[in-house]
């Protein structure tokens, strides 16, 4: 009898034990104040509908993360309070609409700051702006799948480089409008390194090939070199010291519509540079450049960017 007494007390006695876990647990969960996506689900259900193809599900998918980076939660904070007043921005900690830009990048950047891509966001110039993720990215309605933007990128980028927009319309341009390359084939919005190259007019937040080459050598590789004449304009004040990157009306993308009038702009006598303190020589007397024949510089010049047989890039 005494061990029939006993199994019935434990038994009588465990199940009070269990249950007083399972609410001790509860407990904890409340007081931290994560619920779950499954809670959110029940009045979002447009945008829950369609999260399981966002890039963010995956946080929920691998069952790994803590609460804190998982679903819903991890981007907008613990929704027990949401829940509780069954509803309002106000009870959401991150509500995105209504967080100052500083609080919305250090949020993304709890998570997406472990790429080299994004190492110079804070002291970018579209953070300088104000320029921040929600600016670019729609999370839950985005209109590309890839990268989650807003709306496609050239259209992106052109609410707000409107003069770029004009430059892509010129006659001579880079084909972004067509769909060949678009704006990330050379710049980096998320941030970049200070350029290598031109110390006058520093572009804007351009990728660098390799070697801390300019962005332009990416695809025009055989203007990289080394050549053993080098042409100092390429090498070391960079294309644009001829060329307009975005679009022209001249041929080339040239900044002047005849090429000798481009290559005077150095090639002046002007300064205090070469061996007889005469600055970049200008053309010899032989060449009278009233006569058409002389105006076409690289018709003679053919390797301009840069040779390996002759100082004066004839060959």
């Known amino acids: 009898m005494p061990l029939l007494v006993l199994a019935i007390f434990l038994a009588l006695g465990g199940m009070p034990l269990v249950a007083a876990d399972q609410a001790g647990s509860g407990q904890a969960g409340s007081a931290s104040g ?18 399981y193809r966002n890039p963010h599900y995956k946080s929920i998918a691998s069952g790994k993360e803590p ?3 998982t679903g819903c939660e991890g981007c907008h904070g613990p929704g027990a309070a949401h829940v509780q007043a069954r509803g309002g921005a106000s009870t959401i900690p991150n509500a995105f609409s209504r967080m100052p830009p500083q609080k919305i990048l250090d949020t993304c950047l709890g998570c997406h700051a472990d790429t080299l891509s994004r190492s110079n966001i804070r002291r970018s110039r579209h953070t300088e702006e104000d320029v921040v993720c929600t600016n670019c990215h729609s999370i839950h309605k985005p209109a590309t ?10 259209e992106l980028c052109y609410s707000c480089h409107t003069a770029e927009r004009a430059q892509f319309s010129m ?33 804007a937040m351009t990728e660098q090939a390799e070697g801390n080459e300019e962005t332009c050598l990416r695809c025009h590789i055989d203007k990289r070199g080394p050549f053993t004449f080098e042409h100092a304009a390429v090498r070391v004040d960079g294309c644009e010291t001829c060329h307009m990157p975005h679009g022209s ?26 061996p007889n303190l ?23 010049h053919v390797r301009i960017h840069g040779s390996n047989s002759d100082p004066f890039f004839f060959r």
């Open 34 to 51: 994560f619920v779950g996506g499954e809670a959110c689900r029940t009045c979002h259900a447009d945008v829950w509908a369609t999260f």
């Open 67 to 69: 609460p804190e980076k």
């Open 145 to 154: 799948p890839k990268l989650l933007l807003a709306m496609k990128q050239t």
């Open 171 to 203: 006659p001579f341009k880079h084909r972004v409008n067509e769909g060949f390359m678009q704006c990330t084939d050379c710049h980096n919005p998320h941030g970049a390194p200070s350029p290598t190259w031109s110390m006058a007019a520093r572009p």
């Open 249 to 274: 009306t001249n041929p080339r993308m040239l900044k002047r519509p005849v090429i000798f009038t481009v290559c005077l702009e150095c090639h002046n006598n002007q300064g205090s540079f070469g």
């Open 278 to 300: 005469t600055g970049v020589p200008r053309p010899n007397s032989t060449h009278n450049l009233a006569n058409p024949r002389f105006q076409n510089c690289t018709g003679c």
